[in-house]
């Protein structure tokens, strides 16, 4: 079945699965290198315990980074998939070249913090020499060479909103591949490979990126052919430019909420270094299961988008429908693995000093996984159908609103007390309980005045 056919008619339940798979092994394999980078770098033979700290510190500007990356893309995808299923290949045209004109305007902000910025950044958490200097290290290359994250994100999306999701997941695979061979190399040394420690760790994760960067615009470039690629469709267009945030923008805050809400833990944590680092291994396991989440949000935006520019009342509730129901399973099997196996993930990450907190933190948090798969689900079914503000609202307060102040609270009352900081880790499932009742208010409100109306 052609590929803009597959997006009118193949049945949606099908559809979600065969376009969610790839997207789910994609974001899975996104989150593994930040996972592999900390379980080399734990196990290295001087200071593994340093170098977790500062892989921890610099997680939220990594996050960042990406959060740029994909918010720009999933406005592109939804808009992109829009403008297909309206049949407007023109704009369509427009819609990607402006979307590779941001990319460009991305990689520069994130090259002037990358040399300007970190130090600054990294001093604001922690006082300690070693893991200052290793922090600053590994973030600086990321930053200086992020344009492999950021155009893999763009590219990815392009590819995603065609129904060709299978090929995003082949240059993650590649990246994830590269990075997890060169890695132990980079990081201790191994033949005719210099020992670079932490910075060995950046060097892989960027090279991993840049490849797979280079592989998605290849299939770009050759399998996207519902519209043309020339250069000219790149001049900024401020009414396209307009659409892709007014899409892309919540999506941009959901993400840079989360980099927000680690830092924020990171300071509210900065009395005890190991519940600091705890905290920043945990959710590097975290991000692998809610990846998940975001995978198959990926399939429902597209798919509802589509739907929604045919005006296609049935496709969208099929959306709608198994969306949230295939986000529950895998929610559900997310907390077996969390719970079942703490010990081995901790094992994995060599964590020493930060075990009992990791694993404790381990078998709270992942409680609120159920919840907050639903939340994602319901922010890419609003984000399909122009439901941007209610999007941001379930960000604000999952990331920012609820659980700060909350968290904040619980370490005031457990200072004194380091037995009971397990207390802070119970913000996490109160507050994805409460955003998911708010997020079911505003599906039933978006279902009666976007979905019903149509004829």
């Known amino acids: 079945m052609a590929e803009g056919n597959k997006m009118k008619e193949m049945p949606v339940k099908k559809l979600m699965i065969q376009m969610g798979i790839p997207m789910i092994l994609s974001m899975a394999l996104q989150a593994v290198y930040n996972i592999v980078d900390s379980a080399f770098v734990g196990n290295m033979k001087v200071g593994s315990e340093s170098a977790l700290n500062a892989l921890t510190l610099v997680f939220p500007v990594q996050m960042l980074m990406v959060a740029i990356g994909i918010g720009t893309g999933v406005g592109t995808n939804a808009l992109l998939a829009r403008t297909l299923g309206q049949g407007n290949k023109e704009k369509a045209a427009k819609v990607a070249g402006n979307s590779l004109f941001l990319g460009a305007i991305i990689y520069l902000v994130c090259l002037l913090f990358g040399i300007f910025g970190v130090k600054a950044y990294i001093s604001s958490q922690t006082v300690d020499a070693e893991v200052l200097s290793m922090g600053i290290g590994y973030l600086r290359i990321c930053c200086v060479v992020s344009f492999g994250i950021i155009f893999f994100s763009l590219f990815e999306k392009l590819l995603q909103a065609t129904g060709r999701s299978l090929y995003s997941t082949i ?103 190991s519940a600091q680092t705890a905290y920043g291994l945990f959710y590097k396991v975290q991000q692998f299961v809610l990846f998940l989440a975001f995978g198959l949000r990926d399939a429902i935006t597209p798919i509802l988008a589509f739907s929604y520019g045919m005006r296609n009342k049935k496709r969208i509730n099929d959306g709608i429908r198994y969306g949230i ?95 009971g900081i397990s207390l802070i880790w119970w913000a996490f499932p109160i507050t994805e309980a409460v955003s998911c009742a708010v997020g079911y208010v505003f599906l039933k409100k978006i279902k009666k005045t976007k979905v019903k109306i149509l004829k």
């Open 325 to 419: 129901l295939y986000t529950i399973v895998l929610m559900v099997f997310g907390i077996a693995i969390t719970e079942i196996f703490p010990n081995a993930f901790a094992t994995l990450f060599n964590a020493g000093a930060s075990r009992t907190y990791f694993i404790g933190a381990m078998r709270i948090i992942s409680i609120s996984f159920l919840f907050a798969g639903i939340n994602i689900a319901y922010q890419g079914i609003y984000q399909a159908l122009d439901g941007g503000m209610e999007s941001l609202v379930i960000s604000l307060l999952r990331q920012f609103i609820i659980i700060l102040p909350l968290a904040g609270i619980f370490s005031v009352l457990v200072q004194k007390d380091v037995a």
């Open 171 to 273: 240059g993650q695979v590649e990246g994830a591949v590269i990075n997890i061979i060169l890695d132990p190399s980079m990081i201790y040394g191994i033949g005719p490979v210099p020992e670079m420690g932490v910075e060995g760790a950046a060097w892989a994760t960027v090279i991993g990126q840049v490849a797979s960067a280079v592989l998605l615009l290849m299939f770009h470039l050759k399998l996207n052919k519902e519209f043309d690629h020339d250069v000219k469709f790149m001049k900024p267009d401020a009414g396209i430019i307009k659409e892709i945030y007014a899409i892309g923008l919540p999506a941009i805050i959901a993400q840079a909420l989360m980099s927000v809400m680690v830092y924020v833990m990171n300071l509210i944590l900065k009395f005890n270094p």
